[in-house]
């Protein structure tokens, strides 16, 4: 008897976990639906608080840095993290308890509960396109707002590309003026930027949120938009227009002193704006035709005893990257910067496969997966929906939810990231029908795992979120 009660009440239990509704799952739960801790806030002054804070230092081990142990019972909410991001964090899962179960806005209302809760990846991130098609202000703080949902940190804000240069630059201000507007084929206008007073007002923002902004700066290649601007950046110096077209373009930085130059006065700039400790330097997709043609390429090659054009740009990469080391940052350079040597400090993003992030590790470099075929949220999530360039396959829900990025357990990978490119994503309808819910599946991949697929669908049909 007491044997078949001991597993009713476990039974009863394990229900009353599948109700409590937080993202992303937290890594322990137990929950007794039964007994509720509950105040009315208008009744409640702060020095009778039902709030426990702790910080407890480095005590509490398995907590880690992001980590967070929650407990409701009779004498009231206790929270105990080992830093203020801990607490935040476990601030957030209280808040999404307490909406699902308050009846009204003065009720605070929460079950009887312990959640022991930390990350399973250090970085994970989320990357948006504002070149491909510009988004407001507004619509980036939502943007930033789904990654506090999902207790995502690192924002890896992609601000330059062929089709659009997206951050006003004091010292250069064509850059905005000419690179931040294209003609569309239909004749049309599209562009914009953000000013740095919106890009100091965005990273506050994020900053309250616990999320860092890695702000991108593409070189050497989809640089098409400054090249129009300044058309001397590039080998061949024509004068070139916005593209209003995708793909792969042949106008890219030339490996120049005033092109260094240049691109150094521009990530000065940079780095004043985003106290991120990381700068993305891109570097992938870079057609050299333009090198081979430059007598300036040539002599460079000669001087620095450069093999071939990977060589050149990994001579490009690394000279980049040691002057952003000298301001006390550390660059990421996506897959192709392993091609021709690499740095050693350099953070590489593996985007195609997982093949140059693996290379990478194994050097020793530093490593976030976002490979393609499970991250990339601009490809079609199932065959209901259109495939839109022919490098898209099907990104579905449950792939994202089973990301694992570091299979091998290898402890250079950092974590993971999802990509959301714009191409074809030219309203925030779309936008946001690409982000949702795979950013949730993505979410509980970097912090807890992704262990139960199914409980996770149930979650999203509850929050509405399903994609129909
Ligand atoms: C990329 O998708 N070209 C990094």
Redesign the pocket.
């Known amino acids: 008897m007491k044997h078949i009660l001991s597993i009713l009440l476990l039974a009863a239990v394990g229900m009353a976990q599948a109700q409590l509704i937080i993202t992303p799952q937290p890594q322990q739960v137990t929950v007794d639906t039964t007994k509720f801790f509950s105040y009315n806030r208008e009744q409640i002054t702060m020095k009778n608080s039902p709030y426990n804070f702790v910080t407890l230092g480095t005590f509490d081990k398995q907590l880690g840095k992001e980590g967070y142990r929650l407990e409701v019972k009779e004498s009231g909410i206790l929270l105990v993290a080992n830093s203020n991001i801990g607490l935040y964090y476990g601030q957030q899962t209280i808040r999404q308890i307490i909406a699902q179960f308050s009846p009204k806005p003065e009720i605070v209302k929460l079950p009887y509960l312990t959640i022991v809760d930390y990350p399973q990846y250090a970085y994970r991130g989320l990357h948006l396109d504002v070149c491909r098609h510009f988004y407001s202000k507004e619509v980036v703080m939502q943007y930033i707002d789904e990654m506090l949902r999902n207790k995502l940190n690192y924002f890896h804000w992609h601000l330059t590309d062929d089709q659009g240069w997206r951050i006003e630059i004091k010292r250069y201000p064509k850059l905005t003026e000419v690179g931040a507007w294209r003609t569309e084929a239909d004749g049309s206008k599209h562009g914009g930027y953000y000013t740095q007073d919106d890009i100091r007002e965005i990273v506050n923002y994020a900053r309250e949120r616990n999320i860092t902004i890695i702000p991108e700066i593409e070189m050497p290649g989809?640089s098409s938009a400054a090249v129009a601007a300044y058309p001397w950046l590039s080998c061949s110096g024509d004068e070139i227009e916005v593209p209003n077209t995708y793909g792969i373009k042949k106008d890219i930085f030339c490996p120049t002193d005033s092109t260094f130059q240049f691109l150094k006065n521009v990530l000065d700039e940079v780095c004043e704006l985003f106290p991120s400790p990381y700068i993305h330097i891109g570097g992938?997709?870079v057609p050299k035709a333009q090198w081979k043609q430059s007598s300036a390429v040539r002599a460079l090659k000669q001087k620095e005893n450069l093999k071939n054009y990977e060589q050149v740009q990994h001579y490009f990469m690394k000279t980049m990257d040691s002057y952003l080391s000298t301001k006390g940052k550390r660059s990421i350079g996506?897959g192709e910067v392993t091609r021709g040597g690499l740095s050693e400090q350099m953070i590489v993003?593996s985007?195609r496969g997982r093949y140059a992030g693996n290379k990478a590790a194994n050097k020793g470099n530093s490593v976030i997966m976002a490979p393609?075929f499970t991250c990339?949220f601009d490809y079609p999530q199932s065959s209901k929906d259109k495939k839109q360039a022919w490098w898209m396959t099907y990104v579905p829900l449950e792939k994202v939810y089973k990301f694992n990025p570091n299979k091998k357990n290898k402890p250079q990978i950092l974590g993971g990231q999802a990509?959301l490119?714009t191409e074809y994503i030219s309203n925030e309808a779309q936008l946001w029908y690409q982000l949702k819910p795979r950013v949730y599946a993505l979410g509980e991949a970097l912090w807890s795992g992704g262990k139960d697929y199914d409980a996770f669908v149930k979650k999203m049909e509850k929050l509405q979120l399903l994609n129909k």
Do not use: K, P, S
């Open positions: 989809h992938d997709e996506w993003m985007w393609r990339y990509n490119w």
